[in-house]
């Protein structure tokens, strides 16, 4: 039976890199059937997307947007809680994870404690239902320790936690039992990396496999200082500079940022450590030029969370003998816990 469902459609030359672009961002729909038509494909989509991400997703490549119907693959079970229709009661199909991270070509699935027992069978199933997918893990308590790595269990497929992810172009390895990534900050990569000028010098002071100096280097003709405690993240920010065009520069260093001495250089700094990044404001505003830009992240909850994470930043900078100029942005990057979100506040610090 063929559904109605949002296409894109392009020249049959550009399929394949096409379909490969949708699938990295989790657009594919790989539950129906690509149309051919003439010299042109016909490809289905998850849901709805901005004209804008799409040009930058595909770049180059010509398209076309619209509508119609599409047979399915097969006429096996269409998602995931029928593939478990016969595995699983009523009460714990309610708790079967709906949705789940992509890191490149690893599906990450968060299953709750009550349905520990099932992981397996659910891994299984998630993965006959996206053969595409090479490997599906299970996440595994959560992240902790000074490298900020958390444990995942494998569940199909096969078994690795290393990857090549695709964001706006830009090529970053990972190996999520060495070093921390999320794809939920893919916005706020590009996001940063846009208002960066040419020439700036940037330093992100808790970098990781480095997706924000690789976002930047890669648009921009700007140098970014990139420092991790975390010798494998640098490790893998190596490898990701092998692997992109950039027109930047970017200097990896392994360390503590307190161990950074300099002093009123940088015109931006990154402190993407929601849950540290506190402890660190004095050494921000200690790298910063007077007028830089800080982007500052931090957990927050509450009615009026935009307006709780801009008055503590002001009074961190206060605390370290400074000052906020101006709050340029604030926003809600992510959901982090039930009533509670990843932050990020744009500020001018004096």
């Known amino acids: 039976m063929t559904s109605k469902k949002l296409f894109l459609k392009v020249a049959a030359t550009d399929g394949e890199r096409t379909r490969k672009a949708l699938l990295e961002h989790n657009l594919l729909d790989t ?15 998850i849901h709805e997307v901005k004209k804008e991400s799409i040009d930058s997703m595909l770049g180059p490549i010509n398209y076309e947007t619209g509508e119609m119907e599409f047979a399915p693959i097969s006429e096996g079970p269409k998602n995931l809680i029928e593939a478990l229709a016969d595995h699983l009661s009523p009460t714990e199909l309610d708790l079967v994870p709906r949705a789940y991270d992509l890191i490149g ?19 299984r199933a998630f993965h006959s239902l996206h053969k595409n997918f090479s490997t599906v893990l299970a996440k595994k308590g959560a992240i902790s320790g000074t490298t900020r790595v958390r444990e995942y269990q494998h569940l199909a497929g096969d078994k690795k936690t ?14 999520l039992s060495k070093a921390y990534f999320s794809p939920r900050l893919l916005e706020e990569h590009n996001r940063i990396a846009q208002l960066t000028k040419d020439n700036e010098f940037v330093v ?17 003709k ?6 991790d405690i975390n010798p494998a993240a640098i490790a893998l920010l190596k490898k990701s500079i092998g692997l992109n065009r950039l027109v930047g520069t970017i200097e990896p260093i392994v360390g503590d940022v307190k161990s950074f001495t300099k002093r009123d250089i940088a015109d931006r700094v990154i402190m993407n450590h929601p849950s540290g990044a506190f402890d660190f404001v004095s050494d921000a505003c200690r790298i910063l030029k007077p007028q830089g830009v ?18 503590k930043l002001t009074q961190l900078v206060k605390d370290a003998g400074h000052s906020v100029v101006n709050v340029n942005f604030v926003r809600r990057v992510r959901d982090s816990a039930p009533y509670e979100y990843q932050m990020v506040v744009d500020a001018i610090i004096a």
């Open 204 to 220: 992100d002071m808790f970098c990781g496999v480095g997706p924000f100096p690789i976002h930047i280097a890669k648009q921009r």
């Open 31 to 45: 539950n129906h059937k690509i149309l051919s038509q003439d010299s042109s494909l016909f490809i289905p989509l």
């Open 105 to 123: 070509d690893i599906a990450i699935l968060e299953i709750p404690e009550e349905l520990s027992r099932h992981s397996e069978t659910i891994g």
């Open 294 to 311: 800080l982007h500052y992240y931090d957990f927050h909850g509450g009615n009026n969370p935009e307006n709780a994470i801009a008055d």
């Open 222 to 227: 700007a140098h970014v200082v990139a420092i």
């Open 162 to 175: 290393d990857t090549i992810h695709i964001e706006y172009g830009c090529r970053i390895a990972v190996n």
